[in-house]
């Protein structure tokens, strides 16, 4: 019997940041979430962990409303290993060829990670590694992607689940 490749799956969860708030004179990167995006974080936690996911490591931009999306996540995760936010610059991202670089790049040991990132490049890359159209990801949208591969530079198009606030109020 020759030898097979075995194929282990890789997941994405990809979290679009919690609604951010326009009432301070700050810079794009420094903009916090509101008293809204605080709420639906806390509910999509724990839509999150109704679905008992094993998780290797969580990423965020670097932006502030997407580094306190994280940490709601993280400070209310279950039956979950404790996990660090890692922040990334990378996950800035506009246009999601920096976001899906990234995934590309990530450590093959991981089999399943959260990233937290921004408005297009959820949408983008929900185009891209789906094919799923005329979804627009909202504020703390979570895109969950699954993909039968070992390598994550092998990551093309999967399946996708995806959860979004107002399905859940």
Known sequence: MGEQEIVTMKKIILIRH???????????????????????????????????IDL??????????????????????????????????????????????????LNNKLKTVIIFSHNNSCNNLLAKYSDIVNIHVPTTGILIFEFDVSLWKDVKKGKCNYFFPKNFK
């Open 18 to 52: 919690a609604k951010s708030t326009w009432e301070h004179n700050v810079s794009d990167i420094k903009r916090p979430i509101s008293k809204r995006g605080f709420d639906d974080a806390v509910l999509m936690v724990q839509i999150l962990n109704n679905l008992l």
């Open 56 to 105: 290797d490591a969580i990423y965020s931009s670097d932006s502030l409303r997407a580094l306190e999306t994280a940490k709601i996540f993280s400070d209310n995760l279950i039956n979950y290993k404790k996990l660090k936010v890692t922040k990334s610059p990378n996950l800035y991202d506009f246009f999601g060829d920096h976001v899906d670089l990234f995934i590309k790049n």
